[in-house]
Structure formats: C-alpha cells, structure tokens
C-alpha cells in the first residue's frame, strides 16, 4: 500500500514535492491544497486541487501532510493547527525560534496522537546530523557550517522591497581562505566577514538613484552590514538570461584531535552543490514525511526532528536490503 501523500501550498517547494514523489514507487500524491482558488492553479503532474478550508473533509485519506509554507509567518501557525489532524513535516528554518516552534508543535501533536516533523531540510536538517554525528565522534574539536555558492530567497526578497528595486538576486558565497583553514586543521576563530561575502544583481528602475540603492543594501542591518558585500546593477534580460535559477549548497566541517596528547588531527567534511534549492529540499521533506508515516503507525506522536529518526526510517528499502548493499 503507497503512503498518500499531500502538498499544503503550491510555490517552488510544493512542486518540488510533487516531482520527488514521482521518483519514490511507495509514495502517491493525494493531493494539492492551497489558499488560492483551486480553479486558477495548475499542477505540473494533473494532481487534484483543493482550498486549504477543505482539509479536514480529506482527513482520512491523507498519510501525511508536507506543508510548504514560509518560516516566517506560515508555519508557525499552520505546523500546530494542521498536526492535531495529520501527520506533517515542515521546513522551519529560523535557527533560534526551532525550540519555541518544537514546544508548540509538541503539545498539539500529543493531543491528535500524530507525528509532527520539523526543520527539516538541508540545514536545519542534514547538515544539523553531521554537526551531530562529527561532534560524538571528535569531542575536542570545532564545527564550521559554510553556505553557498547560492541564492538566498529571503536576502533577495529583502532588496527588492527597496524603493526603485523591480528585481534582485543575492548570492552568499564562502571564502576560500576560510575554509582551507579549516580543512588544515589550523581551528581558526572566524569572524561572520571572514566566513561568507554577499554579491548582489540588481534591476532597478529608470532613473533611480543607484548610489542610494546600493548605499541601503550594503548597510542593511540583519543582513548585509556585516559582511563585505558587492553589488552589480544588470538589465531585466541580464537577470533572466543569467539568473533564473535557485542554486546553493554547502558545507559541514568539524576539525577534531585525537590521542594522548592530542597529537593527531582529523577533518570531517560533508558537502552539497544544489542545481534546485527547493528541490532537494523537497526531496529531504519526501523522505521525513515516509519516517512520519513508519513512526506513527508504531504508536509514536509528537514533536520530532532529524534527531529523532533512526535512518532505516527514511529508506522504502526493507531493514535486510539495506544491510545487505550499504552496511
């Protein structure tokens, strides 16, 4: 029996969903829910529309629920309602607010006995498993987290809300000094300037004053202050010609040393190069909500992170396959 699937929301993260559950034979699309009306959207598979409103009336078909919604403000308010009914997984990412979000999420998901996954992706999520697994293993020793080459969503949503922006694309981008200095072993302490810069393509209108504009981006607080940052005034066509897509990745390093005196060094490296952000993304979130599904129907509920889920879970391979061609 295929795990029913449903999509909350329908941006780039939603139709990614929908195209890793073509890839995954134990998994079917339920269906797309959205606060749009369900008439104007268009699914790229022919998968069923509903409005959001309509959820509950479906609740008995539904396996788990992927909600695709922004940190922001859709999730913290759509993870706690939607998990007393459904078994979900989110992608919340805002690092400092995930206890907060956890203890909220938490107490619904006990009340529905369901299983609420949160922060899932690639970091929060992969990335926080190999801080972990890396930090058991080499106790003495530093963590380095290196984002990019790669568009970040929120920084260029941040330049385009400045007077005379019609477009933007904000790269972070890690420096190689940096990260050759961890990968010698040398534990630098870096700074946020030494670690990441930022370089930004923006369209801005006719006329508009692009000293200004980049005099706001570059002292921006919370985003670009801190960092040395350039930025590159380019034609619409330049943007769409060049810029179109959503790549990032990244890495994980922890510098560790071993032995009596601490006389052997070791680097543990985990890396990604993403074509499609949202993609992988979503292909992470396919993976958890299967987990979901395992977890609960074994009686669990709750709040639960990547932390929480022995790796088998993730896998449509049986436990014997899996020992038999990657242990």
């Known amino acids: 029996m295929k795990i029913k699937i449903a999509i909350a929301g329908y941006g780039n993260l939603g139709r990614g969903v929908e195209c890793a559950i073509k890839q995954n034979p134990d998994t079917e699309l339920y269906g797309v829910f959205t606060r749009r009306a369900p008439e104007t959207v268009k699914t790229l598979t022919g998968a069923a529309v509903y409005h959001i409103d309509d ?18 403000t859709d999730l913290p308010t759509q993870t706690p309602y939607h998990e007393e009914h459904f078994n979900v997984v989110d992608s919340f990412d805002t690092h400092a607010k ?8 938490d107490k619904t998901a006990k009340k529905g006995k369901k299983i609420a996954m949160i922060s899932v992706g690639w970091d929060p999520g992969m990335f926080s498993l190999n801080r972990l697994y890396a930090e058991a293993i080499l106790p003495n ?3 380095y987290t290196f984002w990019g080459k790669g568009v970040s969503q929120g920084h260029s949503d941040a330049i385009r809300r400045i007077d005379g922006v019609i477009d933007a694309r904000q790269y972070t981008i890690p420096v190689e000094a940096a990260i050759e200095s961890v990968r010698k072993g040398e534990n630098p302490t870096l700074s946020t300037r030494q670690k990441h810069t930022r370089e930004c393509f923006v369209v801005a209108e006719e006329g508009a004053d692009l000293k200004r504009i980049e005099t706001e981006i570059k002292t921006m607080p919370n985003y670009f202050a801190d960092y040395d940052t350039t930025v590159h005034f380019i034609t619409m066509e330049e943007m769409k010609q060049n810029h179109s897509g959503i790549p990032h990745g990244g890495m994980v390093l922890r510098s560790g040393k071993t032995g009596l ?20 993304t979503s292909s992470v979130l396919l993976a ?6 395992r ?19 993730l896998s449509p391979a049986s436990n014997e396959d899996l020992r038999k061609r990657l242990l």
Do not use: Q, W
Not at 55 to 72: P, T, V, Y
Not at 98 to 105: G, L, R
Not at 288 to 293: E, L, S
Not at 295 to 313: H, Q, R
């Open 55 to 72: 959820i509950l009336n479906h609740k008995e078909n539904i396996d788990a629920l992927i909600i695709c919604g922004g940190s922001a």
């Open 98 to 105: 995930i206890p907060e979000h956890f203890s909220n999420v």
């Open 141 to 143: 020793g530093n963590d």
């Open 261 to 280: 005196n601490n006389e052997n060094t070791h680097i543990i490296e985990y890396s990604l190069r993403l074509d499609s952000n949202p993609e992988f």
């Open 288 to 293: 958890y909500a299967r987990a979901a599904y």
């Open 295 to 313: 977890m609960n129907k074994e009686g669990l509920s709750g709040c639960k992170t990547v932390f929480d889920v022995a790796p088998c879970y």
